[in-house]
Structures are given as structure tokens and as C-alpha cells.
């Protein structure tokens, strides 16, 4: 098959790697993570890059990205399939499970979650990786506007001083993926932990979802939405349906 994928560019380092390696054969566009902050902006943007790949070059558009504060509810299909997790969020694809990421989220969910991507591809938005299918929104809205007023730097300091990353969160866990340098991840959230008195503890992580979706492999744990239909939200474990 000939699929394109479009994904956060969060995900950058395993999506190429894994495409490399992939029977398939798999083009990438990548998207600024700050759209997270503004689900309504991020799922028009997703929209336009899906209505420009259209049938005959490509099978299916695979997409890196879960419900995502509901920014794909509403996305549709056109003339190709849309292939994607059934995940709340990235650190779905990160721990490898829906079963997983229930068992952190369940165990701690005031967690801030580093990666390698997430660390070389930091930029001034004030995005963050968080569990909870955008219920810290309010908390990184807040950041953002500190960040855009006052540079990062000042808004660090501000949230600190206000309390706010010790009210939402207790731990900062890296995510070991086993691609790229992993030194600058540790390093990053054992900085930040002891800066804001949080649990530090490493996590290893899994590439199963990565790998399924670019080997086609899309059993029950992915949602197909047939050309016409829609991405909506699905309560339960589905998370996501073809409307």
C-alpha cells in the first residue's frame, strides 16, 4: 500500500523510524504541536490536509493523533479511508495501550510526561504532553498567555511562584522509546522535578500503536472511518466512531 500519514510532530522520531522499516510505503507530513492549544484551529487544519490527499496516489490517510481534546471529532473522510488509534491523547501511543495509559492515568494523573520529541521540538506555545483528554486546557491556556506576555523564562517563574505546577501535577515521568538519545529526556525531567518538588521516575515506552498503524495492522484498537463519514467522540472504551 501507499498511505500518508499526518501526525503531530511530536511523534516524529518514531514515525520515521517506523516508516523505514514499514512493508508500506508511507509519506509523512508532520503538524505544529502547539495547535493542541486551540482543538478548533487544529482539527481545520487537519481537515485541509486530509481534503488534499485524495484518491488514487494514496489507499488510506493515517492519522497520528487520538480524540485530542476533541480536535478530530468532526474530521471527515472525503475519497479516502482515515485510520487512526482509538486513544484520548498521545501518551496512549506512547505506553503502547489503552489498558496502560488507564493504569498511569488511574495511578497518577497529575503527571507531565517527556519525551525526546517533546524536548528538542519545545517552541513557544506553552503546549504540553498531559493525560486527561484536555482537562488541563484551562492550566496550559494559562501558561500560553504568560509565555506570549512574557516569555518563557518569566512564565516558568510565574506558574512556580503561583503554586500552579505543584496544584496539577506530581511527577515527572520520561518516556524511554528506545529511538534517539534518551540522556536529554532524563536530564530535562529530573531538572524540572526537583526545581518543582515532583516524584521523578522513568518509564519504558512501547511502539506497538506506532508500529501497527504504519504496518497496516488495524485491528479493533483503530477506528476506520469509510469516505463520508465522520469522526466522532464514542463514550467507553471505543473513544472514537465512524458517524
Given amino acids: 500500500m501507499r498511505l500518508r500519514l499526518i501526525a503531530c510532530e511530536i511523534f516524529a522520531r518514531p514515525i520515521y523510524a517506523l516508516a523505514a522499516e514499514s512493508p508500506h510505503v508511507v509519506d509523512i507530513e508532520l ?31 493515517l492519522l497520528g493523533y487520538g480524540l485530542c481534546g476533541m480536535a478530530a471529532a468532526g474530521l471527515k473522510a472525503r475519497e479516502l479511508p482515515l485510520i487512526l488509534p482509538r486513544a484520548h491523547d ?9 489498558a ?5 492515568f488511574t495511578a497518577c494523573p497529575g503527571t507531565y510526561w517527556y519525551t525526546l ?6 517552541d513557544a506555545s ?13 492550566l496550559q491556556s494559562a501558561y500560553h498567555d504568560y509565555i506570549q506576555k512574557y516569555g518563557k523564562d518569566n512564565a ?33 525531567a529530573r531538572a524540572d522535578a526537583g526545581r518543582r518538588h515532583w516524584e521523578y521516575e522513568e518509564i519504558q515506552g512501547n511502539l506497538g500503536i506506532f508500529k501497527r498503524l504504519l504496518w497496516g495492522e488495524w485491528d479493533a484498537d483503530f477506528l476506520r472511518v469509510p469516505p463520508g463519514k465522520t469522526i466522532a467522540m464514542e463514550p467507553g472504551e471505543n473513544i472514537l466512531t465512524a458517524a
Fill in 31 to 61: 503538524v505544529q504541536r502547539g495547535l493542541h492549544l486551540y482543538p478548533a484551529k487544529l482539527r481545520n487544519e487537519l481537515q485541509l490536509r486530509i481534503d488534499q490527499n485524495q484518491a488514487g496516489r494514496y489507499e488510506a490517510i
Fill in 126 to 138: 506553552g503546549a504540553t504532553l498531559t493525560m486527561g483528554a484536555g482537562t488541563d486546557l484551562d
Fill in 156 to 188: 516558568d517563574y510565574l506558574m512556580e511562584a503561583m503554586g500552579a505546577w505543584q496544584n496539577h501535577y506530581r511527577r515527572a515521568a520520561a518516556i524511554d522509546l528506545g529511538v534517539g538519545d534518551f540522556e536529554p529526556v532524563e536530564a530535562r
Fill in 90 to 98: 498521545c501518551i496512549t501511543f506512547f505506553l503502547g495501550s489503552r
Fill in 100 to 104: 496502560r495509559y488507564n493504569q498511569e
Fill in 117 to 122: 520529541d517533546s524536548v528538542e521540538r519545545e
